[in-house]
Structure formats: structure tokens, C-alpha cells
Nanobody, 118 residues
């Protein structure tokens, strides 16, 4: 059972940068995946980036080269560095943790709003 708390959302101008943080209640080192999803009203929640327990990363095509996911096991925290932000990045961003050995297997943070606008 994992509890996740996101922080770092806010308003940023196009081309700017923002870093999101996700603090977990327990160790994240053994989790299969931790990562970030985002959702725009009226659309399905989509994967932005994830990192496996072994450090493998995956990114949505729309953010490759702009976003970087990282993990600090000592702090039980996952980060999402977002560079060159675009208006279409505007969404509620949710931290996610997946562990097939827990019930439920997926855990979600409460979400943090990211708005990219002039």
C-alpha cells in the first residue's frame, strides 16, 4: 500500500520549465514502475513518463527530449523535470506507482495542475 503526494505544479509561460515532485510514503526502490500521467478534461488519462525499479525510462512521444523523469530512492521521491513547455502540456498531472504484489496494484496521487500560458 503506497501513498503519493505531488507538488510543484503551477503556471508557467511557454518555453519555460517546471519540476514536479512525488513523495511516497514508503520505499519506491522495489516498485515495478513509478511515473507520471496527465489528464485534460474530456480526455483519457495518458502516460507521460515512467521509470522502472531498474532505472529504465519510458516517455510519451509528445514529451521526448523535453521531459526527464528521475528517482531518488533515498528520499522515496520521483521527479519530473519539464523543459520547453508548450500550451498543450497543460493538464492535471498525477503521480503513479505500480506494484503487482499489492492490492490494489496501482496507486495515485491527488494530482497537481500545470498550466502553460502567456
Amino acid at each position: 500500500q503506497v501513498q503519493l503526494v505531488e507538488s510543484g505544479g503551477g503556471l508557467v509561460q511557454p518555453g519555460g520549465s517546471l519540476t514536479l515532485s512525488c513523495a511516497a510514503s514508503g520505499s519506491i526502490s522495489s516498485l515495478t514502475y513509478t511515473g507520471w500521467y496527465r489528464q485534460v478534461i474530456g480526455k483519457q488519462r495518458e502516460l507521460v513518463a515512467r521509470i522502472s525499479s531498474g532505472g529504465r525510462t519510458d516517455y510519451a512521444d509528445s514529451v521526448k527530449g523535453r521531459f526527464t523523469i528521475s528517482r531518488d530512492n533515498a528520499k522515496d521521491t520521483v521527479y519530473l523535470l519539464m523543459n520547453s513547455l508548450k500550451p498543450e502540456d497543460t493538464a492535471v498531472y498525477y503521480c503513479n506507482a505500480y506494484n503487482p504484489f499489492t492490492h490494489p496494484s496501482n496507486y495515485w496521487g491527488q494530482g497537481t495542475q500545470v498550466t502553460v500560458s502567456s
